[in-house]
């Protein structure tokens, strides 16, 4: 793959999940899920009992964790939507790593 492909594959996008999804462990499986995916970002519960975060990865890999924030979840979640904002191309990751952050 060339380093211009390479550099326009990487997307950023920012995620709100909403449902039961608080209690569920939640985050832990997003994450664990995120560093099967080669995902970096972070994810948290929000005040307002929905779940929070952002993700940068390979365009492909991240449209599949949007799919798993979207209809599947940890188990014992409802999810009953995935708002995604401010989604954007990027030369490189921002992060290292998937984080939980409280």
């Not at 929000?46 to 799919?67: F, H, L």
Request: aromatic content about 12%; glycine content about 8%.
């Amino acid at each position: 793959m060339a380093l211009q492909e390479a550099s326009q594959s990487y997307v950023s996008v920012e995620f709100e999940v909403f449902g039961k999804v608080q209690g569920v462990y939640f985050t832990k499986y997003c994450r664990d899920r995120s560093a099967e995916l080669d995902i970096v970002g972070w994810v948290k519960n929000s005040k307002r009992g929905t779940i929070m975060g952002k993700m940068q990865g390979p365009k492909a890999n991240v449209e599949v964790m949007i799919a798993w924030l979207s209809n599947e979840g940890s188990p014992g979640s409802k999810i009953e939507r995935c708002d995604l904002m401010n989604f954007e191309y990027l030369a490189r990751k921002e992060f290292n790593g998937f984080s939980i952050r409280f």
